[in-house]
C-alpha cells in the first residue's frame, strides 16, 4: 500500500519540485547515487574494482522528451565508455531505452534502437558491454523487441526481466533457451493486478521459478536482488544445474548490503554492482524509498534532523 502510495505520489509535479529542492535529499541520495559527473561514476568503479566487485553503470534519466535529449543520453554513455581504459574488464553500462528515446511519440522506437546501436558499438570499441534496463509494465513489449533486433548484431547485450509480471515466466523461457544474458530482478514500477503479482510472497515465488528457469537455460543469469533467501536459492540451483562461479552473477545495487556484496565476493561469487550517476535522480531515489521502509525512514530521520 504504502509503495503503490508513494509511487502514485511521486508522479506529482508539485512533490517533485519539493524533493530536489529540498537541502537533505542531497545527503540521501549520496548514500544512493555515485554522483553527479562521470568522474564519480568512474572513481566508483575503481572503489569497487579494489574490493573485487564489478559494476554496470546508469547514467540517471527516463521518459527522455526529445530527439536532441536522447541522443545527448547516448553522448553521455560513448563518452563514458571511451573513458573505461582498463576499468572495462569490470564494467559495462545499463541503459533504459526511454532515456533514449522510447517514448517519444514520434519514431520512439527506431530513436531508442538507433541511439542503443551507437552506445552497443562504443561499449564493444571498449572491451564491454551493455544492458537495457526494462521500466514499466508498458515498455515491455517494445523494450524485448529492441533487445530481439539488437541482440543479432550483439549477441552479448543484456535485458532485465522482472519477476512481479505473470509474463515474466515466459519470457524467461524464450530468453533462456535463446542463450541470453538476463538479469532477474523483482520489478521496482506500478503494474495493474491483472498483470503483475501483488503479494510479496507472489513475487518471491515468481523470482524461484523464473531463476530455476534461467540457471537450467543456455544463457547467462544475473540475479539482481538483496533478498537473502533469494541469493541462497541462486547458490543452490547454480550448484545443482552444475554452473560454475563464472556462469552466473549476483547483482545489486549501489549503497545497499555493501557488506554483504563483499562477502559474496570474497566467497569467490562474481558480485556487480549497479552503480547510477547524474543529476536526474528523482525517479530512481523514490522507487528505492519505495521498495523498503528502512529507506523511506532513512529520509525521514535525515529530514527531521535537518541533514
Ligand atoms: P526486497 O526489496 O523485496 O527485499 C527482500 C529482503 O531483502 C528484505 O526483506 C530484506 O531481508 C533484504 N534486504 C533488501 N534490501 C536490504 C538492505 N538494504 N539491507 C538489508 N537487507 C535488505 N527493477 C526494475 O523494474 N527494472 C530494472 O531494470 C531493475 N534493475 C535492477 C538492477 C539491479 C542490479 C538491482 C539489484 C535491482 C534492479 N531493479 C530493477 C530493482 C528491483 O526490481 C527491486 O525493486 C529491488 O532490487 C528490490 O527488490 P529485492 O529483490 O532487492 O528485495
Not at 519514431?107 to 541511439?115: I, R, W
Not at 562504443?122 to 533486433?149: C, F, I, P, Q, W
Not at 541462486?234 to 547483482?251: K, L, N, P, S
Amino acid at each position: 500500500m504504502l509503495r503503490q502510495a508513494l509511487l502514485a505520489a511521486s508522479a506529482s509535479t508539485q512533490i517533485r519540485q519539493l524533493v530536489t529542492t529540498l537541502p537533505v535529499s542531497r545527503d540521501v541520495v549520496a548514500r544512493f547515487v555515485a554522483g553527479d559527473t562521470a568522474d564519480d561514476a568512474l572513481a566508483a568503479i575503481g572503489r569497487l574494482a579494489g574490493e573485487g566487485l564489478q559494476a554496470t553503470v546508469d547514467y540517471l534519466g527516463e521518459d527522455t522528451a526529445s530527439r536532441e535529449q536522447a541522443a545527448a543520453v547516448a553522448d553521455e554513455y560513448i563518452a563514458l565508455l571511451g573513458q573505461l581504459g582498463g576499468l572495462a574488464t569490470a564494467a559495462e553500462v545499463s541503459v533504459k531505452p526511454t532515456a533514449v528515446g522510447l517514448g517519444l511519440a514520434e519514431h520512439g522506437e527506431k530513436t531508442a534502437l538507433e541511439n542503443i546501436v551507437r552506445i552497443a558499438v562504443a561499449a564493444r570499441n571498449a572491451g564491454t558491454t551493455v544492458t537495457l534496463d526494462m521500466e514499466d509494465h508498458s515498455r515491455v513489449d517494445a523494450t524485448l523487441r529492441l533487445v530481439g533486433e539488437l541482440r543479432a548484431d550483439f549477441p552479448d547485450l543484456g535485458c532485465v526481466l522482472q519477476a512481479y509480471l505473470r509474463r515474466t515466466a515466459a519470457d524467461c523461457q524464450a530468453l533462456a533457451a535463446a542463450g541470453a544474458r538476463v538479469r532477474l530482478c523483482k520489478g521496482a514500477y506500478e503494474a495493474p493486478g491483472d498483470l503483475a503479482w501483488s503479494g510479496r510472497r507472489d513475487v518471491d515465488r515468481s523470482y524461484a521459478r523464473c531463476l530455476r528457469t534461467l540457471m537450467r537455460g543456455a544463457g547467462y543469469p544475473m540475479l539482481a536482488t538483496h533478498d537473502p533467501r533469494l541469493i541462497e536459492l541462486g547458490g543452490v540451483v547454480a550448484a545443482m544445474t552444475g554452473r560454475g562461479r563464472a556462469d552466473f552473477e549476483y547483482q545489486m545495487l549501489y549503497g545497499l548490503r555493501t557488506a554483504e556484496q563483499r562477502r559474496l565476493a570474497a566467497a569467490g561469487a562474481r558480485v556487480r554492482v549497479y552503480v547510477p550517476y547524474g543529476s536526474d535522480w528523482y525517479g530512481y531515489l523514490v522507487r528505492r524509498l519505495a521498495e523498503r521502509p528502512a529507506n523511506l525512514a532513512f529520509f525521514l530521520r535525515a529530514l527531521a534532523s535537518g541533514h
